[in-house]
């Protein structure tokens, strides 16, 4: 016998209820052993590609006989369809038979057909490969005349210097300015010759490209115009019977626009479907079945929180006259914690941050480390670098724009030296590495990070196991470079360990904290020029 909880989950951070487990195992058994999907999800090996796993969600209702059930839904499509049986439907079908977006997909792929066709024939290629031989031999010629001139230029100059206060030097000095003023006659000739070859053979590039543009032009307008009607199908509930369309719930937001996909994740179908059918919604899970993607950290049969590009604003409607669980990550702020001073001078402070304590203030209304400090000071401070929130550990306060200058000079220069100690789930079975994945900021889903190898920036971790105990590894990190959320993707990430830390709530499973701790730092006092150390040891 299950208690119900007493208020609906928050979807942004959550620890699974027992209702939703029970629901999420039921739902598990029922997708091994589901006979319609038309998609490989790369459990037990690797399937090129970046979309082969797939979101899961569960939403635990209860019906006017007080009956307690689930419904089920995925993120997206599977395979090629939206519809399956068991499963929750998309808010708006727009991938059935016949449907607008069906149409408008056929046209927009019969342009990318013309598109593709004018692209590979014939006489297009035979266009650009003329024109770019045209532009090659005008280069040669042009080049050689050039060389043949400067060449006569010096010998007419050697000619003028034997000739001097000779009988006849008035004639010949006539003779080379003529030659000369022929030879520059004759380039600009050559120069016209070839643009007027460069230009018709250009016309004829210009005839096919052309054609092209205007098939890409039309392509655009019918690619936005489809996505506008998408849009005005995304109408959405919430408990209190008020609907919104997808548009007028972003027009409030950053982008002020909805991203491509909002309202295609799990969640929102759950929630439209039980206000339809008149569920009460008692609590909500979502969890990663399958490969992960390669730049993401998923790991099959994990719980994660909805995203917050697409979902927060559609969930913050559809939410509304609901009875939500406050934000978590709110509750653990470290109210009734202080940051301890572990050396200070006059140039500088050496603090150890408690965990779940913002550095720097924040959009949460929180106290941070600097605002706490800085009222205790009459003169401004510098935050010399910073935390992630969850982090505990050491961090520097500059007492002047100076120090503070002298020491990000030495970030910079990479000569401070820091040390982390992290619990990881799960063995890691090497000593010690190297990881070097670079990372960028998910725009889908901020503040986490993403692995991306095409745009990301360089992030370099040297790590070494400390001890291995049961189903845990405790690891030393040495940062080289200080990316946001580093060191918790390079030990989370497929490529990285594959051991996410402890209590992480963005790419793990949370706890009653990160187990993630600045326990040393060495650095040169931009005073005395003495070489300092600090050392705080954490308190997991």
Same mark, same amino acid.
């Given at each position: 016998m299950y208690t119900l909880p007493k208020q609906f989950t928050y979807p942004f951070c959550y620890t699974p209820h027992n209702l939703c487990i029970e629901a999420i195992k039921q739902l598990q058994n029922v997708i091994t052993s589901y006979s319609h999907w038309n998609? %490989? @999800?790369?459990?037990?090996?690797?399937?090129?590609?970046?979309? #082969?796993?797939?979101?899961?969600? #569960?939403? /635990?209702?209860?019906?006017?006989?007080? !009956?307690?059930?689930? *419904?089920?839904?995925?993120?997206?499509?599977?395979? !090629?369809?939206? /519809?399956?049986?068991?499963?929750?439907?998309?808010?708006?079908?727009?991938?059935?038979?016949?449907? @607008?977006?069906?149409?408008?997909? &056929?046209?927009?792929?019969?342009?990318?057909?013309?598109?593709?066709?004018?692209?590979?024939? /014939?006489?297009?290629t035979r266009a650009i490969q003329e024109y770019t031989t045209i532009c090659k031999q005008a280069e040669l010629e042009l080049a050689a005349k050039k060389q043949e001139i400067a060449n006569n230029k010096l010998q007419r100059k050697a000619i003028r210097k034997t000739i001097a206060q000779t009988h006849?030097?008035?004639?010949? *000095?006539?003779?080379?300015?003529? +030659?000369?003023?022929?030879e520059h006659f004759a380039y600009k000739q050559l120069l016209a010759f070839w643009n007027k070859r460069k230009e018709e053979a250009q016309k004829h590039v210009d005839f096919f490209e052309i054609q092209i543009q205007k098939l890409k032009e039309e392509r655009k307008r019918k690619s936005a115009a489809l996505q506008q009607q998408i849009f005005d199908t995304y109408n959405f509930l919430n408990a209190r019977g008020e609907t919104a369309n997808v548009r007028e719930i972003f027009a409030h937001t950053e982008v002020g626009v909805p991203p491509a996909g909002a309202g295609d994740c799990a969640a929102p179908k759950l929630l439209q479907h039980a206000y339809m059918h008149a569920y009460k919604p008692i609590a909500m899970a979502e969890f990663w079945w399958g490969q992960s993607p390669k730049s993401e950290i998923r790991k099959h049969l994990h719980t994660y929180p909805s995203c917050k590009a697409k979902c927060e604003p559609i969930l913050g409607f559809m939410?509304?006259?609901? &009875?939500? !669980?406050?934000?978590?990550?709110? +509750?653990?702020?470290?109210?009734?914690?202080?940051? !301890?001073? /572990?050396?200070? %001078? &006059?140039?500088?402070?050496?603090?150890?941050?408690?965990?779940?304590?913002?550095?720097?203030?924040?959009k949460i209304e929180a106290e941070s480390v600097y605002t706490y400090f800085q009222t205790q000071y009459d003169f401004p401070l510098y935050m010399v670098h910073r935390l992630d929130m969850s982090t505990s550990g050491i961090l520097i306060i500059a007492k002047s724009l100076e120090v503070f200058t002298a020491l990000q000079e030495q970030?910079?220069?990479?000569?401070?030296?820091?040390?982390?100690?992290?619990?990881?789930?799960?063995? #890691?079975? +090497? %000593?010690?590495?190297?990881?070097?994945?670079?990372?960028r900021v998910d725009l889908d889903n901020r503040p986490? +990070?993403?692995?991306?190898?095409a745009h990301g920036k360089p992030a370099?971790?040297?790590?070494?196991?400390?001890?291995?105990?049961?189903?845990?590894?405790?690891?030393h990190l040495y940062p080289h470079t200080g990316r946001t959320h580093q060191l918790r993707v390079h030990c989370a990430h497929s490529q990285g360990l594959h051991c996410p830390i402890r209590g992480d709530e963005l790419y793990g499973t949370p706890a009653e904290r990160l187990y993630l701790h600045a326990q040393y730092i060495h650095f040169e006092h931009p005073i005395t020029k003495k070489k300092m150390s600090f050392t705080v040891k954490a308190e997991f």
């Open positions: 998609h %490989d @999800f790369g459990i037990d090996h690797f399937v090129e590609g970046s979309n #082969v796993g797939k979101m899961f969600g #569960v939403l /635990v209702v209860q019906n006017s006989a007080h !009956e307690i059930g689930f *419904l089920a839904a995925f993120s997206g499509k599977i395979g !090629e369809s939206q /519809v399956y049986p068991h499963f929750v439907p998309p808010i708006s079908n727009i991938m059935e038979s016949g449907s @607008f977006y069906r149409t408008g997909e &056929d046209e927009l792929k019969h342009i990318n057909d013309a598109i593709y066709t004018i692209q590979q024939s /014939v006489e297009y006849d030097e008035e004639i010949i *000095l006539q003779q080379l300015a003529k +030659q000369s003023s022929n939410m509304q006259g609901l &009875d939500v !669980e406050p934000n978590p990550i709110l +509750q653990k702020l470290a109210k009734h914690k202080v940051p !301890e001073i /572990v050396y200070e %001078d &006059d140039a500088l402070l050496v603090i150890n941050k408690p965990a779940d304590m913002l550095s720097v203030p924040g970030f910079t220069l990479r000569t401070i030296r820091k040390q982390y100690v992290a619990i990881v789930e799960g063995i #890691v079975a +090497q %000593d010690s590495g190297t990881i070097q994945l670079p990372l986490s +990070q993403i692995v991306c190898f370099i971790t040297t790590w070494k196991v400390v001890e291995r105990m049961h189903n845990a590894t405790r690891i």
